[in-house]
T-cell receptor
Framework: DTEVTQTPKHLVMGMTNKKSLKCEQH?????MYWYKQKAKKPPELMFV???????INESVPSRFSPECPNSSLLNLHLHALQPEDSALYLC???????????????FGDGTRLSIL | GQNIDQPTEMTATEGAIVQINCTYQ??????LFWYQQHAGEAPTFLSY????GLEEKGRFSSFLSRSKGYSYLLLKELQMKDSASYLC????????????FGKGTTLSVSS
Protein backbone atom coordinates (compact mmCIF):
# COMPACT_ATOMS: atom_id res chain seq x y z
CA ASP A 1 0.00 0.00 0.00
CA THR A 2 1.20 3.51 -0.83
CA GLU A 3 0.63 6.73 1.11
CA VAL A 4 -0.81 8.37 -1.98
CA THR A 5 -4.26 7.02 -2.81
CA GLN A 6 -5.69 7.14 -6.30
CA THR A 7 -9.20 6.29 -7.46
CA PRO A 8 -10.44 4.60 -9.50
CA LYS A 9 -7.79 1.91 -10.14
CA HIS A 10 -9.20 1.20 -13.58
CA LEU A 11 -11.35 3.32 -15.88
CA VAL A 12 -12.80 2.58 -19.30
CA MET A 13 -14.47 5.46 -21.07
CA GLY A 14 -15.68 6.47 -24.48
CA MET A 15 -14.32 9.44 -26.36
CA THR A 16 -17.36 11.58 -25.55
CA ASN A 17 -17.48 10.84 -21.82
CA LYS A 18 -16.47 13.12 -18.97
CA LYS A 19 -14.77 11.52 -15.97
CA SER A 20 -12.41 12.49 -13.16
CA LEU A 21 -9.39 10.88 -11.57
CA LYS A 22 -8.81 11.52 -7.88
CA CYS A 23 -5.70 11.58 -5.73
CA GLU A 24 -5.30 12.07 -1.99
CA GLN A 25 -2.32 12.31 0.36
CA HIS A 26 -2.11 13.01 4.09
CA UNK A 27 1.64 13.42 4.46
CA UNK A 28 1.46 17.22 4.66
CA UNK A 29 3.15 17.51 1.28
CA UNK A 30 2.73 20.85 -0.50
CA UNK A 31 3.60 19.72 -4.02
CA MET A 32 1.43 17.33 -6.04
CA TYR A 33 1.88 15.96 -9.53
CA TRP A 34 0.15 14.21 -12.39
CA TYR A 35 2.20 11.92 -14.63
CA LYS A 36 1.23 9.87 -17.67
CA GLN A 37 2.99 6.54 -18.24
CA LYS A 38 2.72 4.37 -21.34
CA ALA A 39 3.80 0.75 -21.30
CA LYS A 40 7.57 0.23 -20.98
CA LYS A 41 8.16 4.00 -20.85
CA PRO A 42 9.11 6.28 -17.94
CA PRO A 43 6.55 8.57 -16.31
CA GLU A 44 6.01 11.82 -18.24
CA LEU A 45 5.21 14.89 -16.18
CA MET A 46 1.89 16.56 -16.99
CA PHE A 47 1.15 19.03 -14.18
CA VAL A 48 2.69 20.28 -10.94
CA UNK A 49 0.81 22.01 -8.13
CA UNK A 50 2.74 23.86 -5.47
CA UNK A 51 0.77 25.16 -2.48
CA UNK A 52 -2.45 24.46 -4.38
CA UNK A 53 -1.40 26.62 -7.31
CA UNK A 54 -0.60 25.27 -10.75
CA UNK A 55 3.12 25.84 -11.25
CA ILE A 56 3.96 23.62 -14.22
CA ASN A 57 1.83 22.59 -17.21
CA GLU A 58 3.90 20.57 -19.65
CA SER A 59 1.92 21.66 -22.71
CA VAL A 60 -0.84 19.18 -21.94
CA PRO A 61 -3.93 19.26 -24.22
CA SER A 62 -6.92 21.05 -22.76
CA ARG A 63 -8.95 17.82 -22.71
CA PHE A 64 -7.02 17.20 -19.46
CA SER A 65 -7.96 19.69 -16.74
CA PRO A 66 -6.30 19.53 -13.31
CA GLU A 67 -7.78 20.83 -10.10
CA CYS A 68 -6.36 21.11 -6.58
CA PRO A 69 -9.27 21.75 -4.16
CA ASN A 70 -7.01 21.71 -1.08
CA SER A 71 -3.53 20.67 0.01
CA SER A 72 -4.50 16.98 0.29
CA LEU A 73 -6.49 16.49 -2.89
CA LEU A 74 -5.69 16.56 -6.58
CA ASN A 75 -8.13 15.83 -9.39
CA LEU A 76 -7.70 15.33 -13.11
CA HIS A 77 -10.83 16.02 -15.15
CA LEU A 78 -11.06 14.23 -18.47
CA HIS A 79 -13.20 15.18 -21.45
CA ALA A 80 -13.24 14.12 -25.10
CA LEU A 81 -10.15 11.94 -24.78
CA GLN A 82 -8.53 10.13 -27.69
CA PRO A 83 -7.49 6.45 -27.89
CA GLU A 84 -3.83 7.49 -27.64
CA ASP A 85 -4.59 8.88 -24.17
CA SER A 86 -4.93 5.32 -22.89
CA ALA A 87 -2.18 4.95 -20.28
CA LEU A 88 -1.42 4.65 -16.58
CA TYR A 89 -1.99 7.99 -14.85
CA LEU A 90 0.15 8.42 -11.77
CA CYS A 91 -0.29 10.95 -9.00
CA UNK A 92 2.67 11.85 -6.78
CA UNK A 93 3.37 14.20 -3.90
CA UNK A 94 6.48 15.64 -2.29
CA UNK A 95 7.50 18.12 0.35
CA UNK A 96 8.06 20.86 -2.23
CA UNK A 97 9.28 24.42 -1.80
CA UNK A 98 11.40 25.76 -0.25
CA UNK A 99 13.86 23.03 0.59
CA UNK A 100 12.23 19.90 -0.66
CA UNK A 101 14.88 19.10 -3.24
CA UNK A 102 16.30 16.16 -1.31
CA UNK A 103 12.91 14.64 -0.59
CA UNK A 104 11.57 11.98 -2.95
CA UNK A 105 8.26 12.07 -4.71
CA UNK A 106 5.83 9.47 -3.41
CA PHE A 107 3.69 7.85 -6.07
CA GLY A 108 0.21 6.41 -5.96
CA ASP A 109 -0.59 3.08 -7.62
CA GLY A 110 -2.12 4.88 -10.58
CA THR A 111 -5.32 4.74 -12.58
CA ARG A 112 -5.20 2.54 -15.66
CA LEU A 113 -7.24 4.40 -18.25
CA SER A 114 -8.57 2.87 -21.45
CA ILE A 115 -10.27 5.00 -24.10
CA LEU A 116 -12.60 3.17 -26.47
CA GLY B 1 17.58 20.00 -23.61
CA GLN B 2 17.64 17.33 -20.95
CA ASN B 3 19.27 13.97 -21.56
CA ILE B 4 19.38 10.98 -19.22
CA ASP B 5 20.71 7.66 -20.50
CA GLN B 6 20.37 4.19 -19.02
CA PRO B 7 20.71 0.74 -20.57
CA THR B 8 17.34 -0.57 -21.74
CA GLU B 9 17.63 -4.10 -20.39
CA MET B 10 19.91 -6.16 -18.15
CA THR B 11 19.83 -9.75 -17.00
CA ALA B 12 21.42 -11.38 -13.98
CA THR B 13 21.14 -14.49 -11.82
CA GLU B 14 20.03 -14.89 -8.22
CA GLY B 15 22.71 -14.10 -5.69
CA ALA B 16 24.77 -12.06 -8.16
CA ILE B 17 25.65 -8.35 -8.13
CA VAL B 18 24.46 -6.00 -10.86
CA GLN B 19 25.35 -2.39 -11.60
CA ILE B 20 22.92 -0.16 -13.50
CA ASN B 21 24.53 2.94 -14.95
CA CYS B 22 23.00 6.34 -15.60
CA THR B 23 24.55 9.32 -17.35
CA TYR B 24 22.94 12.73 -17.49
CA GLN B 25 23.23 16.11 -19.13
CA UNK B 26 20.66 18.49 -17.71
CA UNK B 27 20.09 22.24 -17.43
CA UNK B 28 20.09 22.05 -13.64
CA UNK B 29 21.04 19.57 -10.95
CA UNK B 30 19.76 19.29 -7.42
CA UNK B 31 20.30 15.60 -6.89
CA LEU B 32 19.66 12.24 -8.47
CA PHE B 33 17.04 9.72 -7.43
CA TRP B 34 16.69 6.02 -8.16
CA TYR B 35 13.24 4.44 -8.24
CA GLN B 36 12.13 0.83 -8.62
CA GLN B 37 8.95 0.02 -10.50
CA HIS B 38 7.41 -3.43 -10.76
CA ALA B 39 5.11 -3.99 -13.73
CA GLY B 40 1.71 -2.43 -13.14
CA GLU B 41 2.75 -0.82 -9.85
CA ALA B 42 3.82 2.61 -8.61
CA PRO B 43 7.48 3.67 -8.70
CA THR B 44 9.00 3.38 -5.23
CA PHE B 45 11.93 5.44 -3.96
CA LEU B 46 15.24 3.62 -3.54
CA SER B 47 17.98 6.23 -3.04
CA TYR B 48 19.08 9.85 -3.40
CA UNK B 49 22.52 11.32 -4.08
CA UNK B 50 23.42 15.00 -4.25
CA UNK B 51 27.08 14.88 -3.21
CA UNK B 52 29.77 12.80 -4.88
CA GLY B 53 30.24 9.39 -3.41
CA LEU B 54 28.48 6.24 -2.37
CA GLU B 55 25.22 5.92 -0.42
CA GLU B 56 24.51 2.46 0.99
CA LYS B 57 21.12 1.11 2.02
CA GLY B 58 21.14 -2.59 2.74
CA ARG B 59 21.45 -4.54 -0.52
CA PHE B 60 21.23 -1.35 -2.57
CA SER B 61 23.94 1.28 -3.06
CA SER B 62 24.04 4.33 -5.29
CA PHE B 63 27.03 6.31 -6.46
CA LEU B 64 27.29 9.80 -7.92
CA SER B 65 30.01 11.71 -9.75
CA ARG B 66 28.76 15.22 -10.52
CA SER B 67 31.83 16.16 -12.55
CA LYS B 68 31.23 13.20 -14.86
CA GLY B 69 27.43 13.43 -14.91
CA TYR B 70 27.32 9.80 -13.87
CA SER B 71 25.55 7.63 -11.35
CA TYR B 72 25.09 3.93 -10.79
CA LEU B 73 22.80 1.74 -8.73
CA LEU B 74 24.41 -1.39 -7.31
CA LEU B 75 22.20 -4.31 -6.30
CA LYS B 76 23.82 -7.10 -4.27
CA GLU B 77 22.61 -10.61 -3.45
CA LEU B 78 20.01 -10.44 -6.17
CA GLN B 79 16.63 -11.98 -5.55
CA MET B 80 13.87 -12.89 -8.00
CA LYS B 81 11.74 -10.08 -6.58
CA ASP B 82 14.35 -7.57 -7.79
CA SER B 83 13.10 -8.15 -11.34
CA ALA B 84 11.68 -4.71 -12.13
CA SER B 85 12.32 -1.48 -13.99
CA TYR B 86 14.87 0.86 -12.40
CA LEU B 87 14.43 4.55 -13.12
CA CYS B 88 17.14 7.16 -12.79
CA UNK B 89 15.71 10.66 -12.24
CA UNK B 90 17.43 14.05 -11.97
CA UNK B 91 15.97 16.81 -9.82
CA UNK B 92 16.35 20.12 -11.59
CA UNK B 93 15.38 22.53 -8.83
CA UNK B 94 15.77 23.13 -5.12
CA UNK B 95 12.09 22.53 -4.41
CA UNK B 96 12.28 19.04 -5.88
CA UNK B 97 9.32 19.76 -8.12
CA UNK B 98 11.04 19.32 -11.47
CA UNK B 99 12.08 15.69 -11.90
CA UNK B 100 13.27 14.31 -15.21
CA PHE B 101 13.24 10.52 -15.62
CA GLY B 102 15.49 8.38 -17.72
CA LYS B 103 13.82 5.71 -19.87
CA GLY B 104 14.40 3.05 -17.24
CA THR B 105 16.36 -0.21 -17.17
CA THR B 106 14.39 -3.46 -17.10
CA LEU B 107 16.25 -5.96 -14.92
CA SER B 108 15.41 -9.66 -15.21
CA VAL B 109 16.72 -11.94 -12.47
CA SER B 110 16.74 -15.66 -13.17
CA SER B 111 17.39 -18.65 -10.94
Amino acid sequence: DTEVTQTPKHLVMGMTNKKSLKCEQHMGHRAMYWYKQKAKKPPELMFVYSYEKLSINESVPSRFSPECPNSSLLNLHLHALQPEDSALYLCASSQGFPQGGNQPQHFGDGTRLSIL
Amino acid sequence: GQNIDQPTEMTATEGAIVQINCTYQTSGFNGLFWYQQHAGEAPTFLSYNVLDGLEEKGRFSSFLSRSKGYSYLLLKELQMKDSASYLCAVSLNQAGTALIFGKGTTLSVSS
